[in-house]
């Protein structure tokens, strides 16, 4: 029960903070969510427990000072934990995404390891831009931390989904079905 409980507070995240602009409510009731998050267990376990403990500790704070600035950090926090996590991986193989992909097909191929390593790089790189534009969000308004980190982050996020999955067909035509 935790687990979708927690999986809903993190797809619900982007809605609540907007329904809270919308309403006039203070943002860091969004601490509320995040302390949900803390009892997610995903695929990568390391960096998401980390990514929990963060989002809890964010939480708390906001909610215990009833601040927004901190509440405001959240995003930019995830996407660099997400970047130390998918680096570090870099250097100490597997990569986060070969070892997502080795769920899906234990038996991994050479071309599928270099293929995954190529895409954990990209990742790395998405997470850096996104992780430098929502700490360029926390000094703007409120109106533009709520447009890029509730709405264009997640769309940009679909969008490197959307295309590797398109460029994994084409380049990996025989093994695409299996990871």
């Known amino acids: 029960m935790i687990m979708p409980l927690s999986l809903l507070a993190g797809l619900s995240l982007p809605f ?17 969510l995040l302390l949900l998050l803390a009892w997610r267990k995903e695929i990568l376990p390391n960096v998401f427990n980390i990514v929990s403990l963060c989002a809890a500790l964010l939480g708390l704070l906001s909610l215990l000072f009833r601040s927004t600035n ?3 950090y959240y995003p930019a926090t995830v996407s660099f934990l997400f970047l130390a996590g998918f680096s570090l991986s870099l250097c100490y193989p597997p990569t986060a995404i070969e070892r997502i992909a080795r769920k899906m097909m234990p ?11 190529r895409v954990t790089q990209v990742w ?8 430098v534009i929502a700490l360029w969000t926390i ?9 890029y980190n509730g709405l264009l982050s997640y769309c940009a996020m679909g969008l490197m989904f959307g295309g590797e999955w398109l460029i994994r067909h084409r380049t990996m035509p025989h093994h695409h079905d299996r990871f």
């Open 70 to 72: 901190i509440i405001l």
């Open 107 to 117: 038996n991994l191929p050479l071309e599928g390891i270099r293929y995954t390593r």
């Open 139 to 147: 000094m703007q308004p409120m109106k533009i931390w709520l447009m």
């Open 16 to 32: 609540f903070f907007w329904l809270c602009y919308w309403q006039g409510w203070p943002l860091w009731l969004g601490g509320f």
């Open 124 to 131: 790395c790189a998405f997470f850096a831009i996104n992780g």
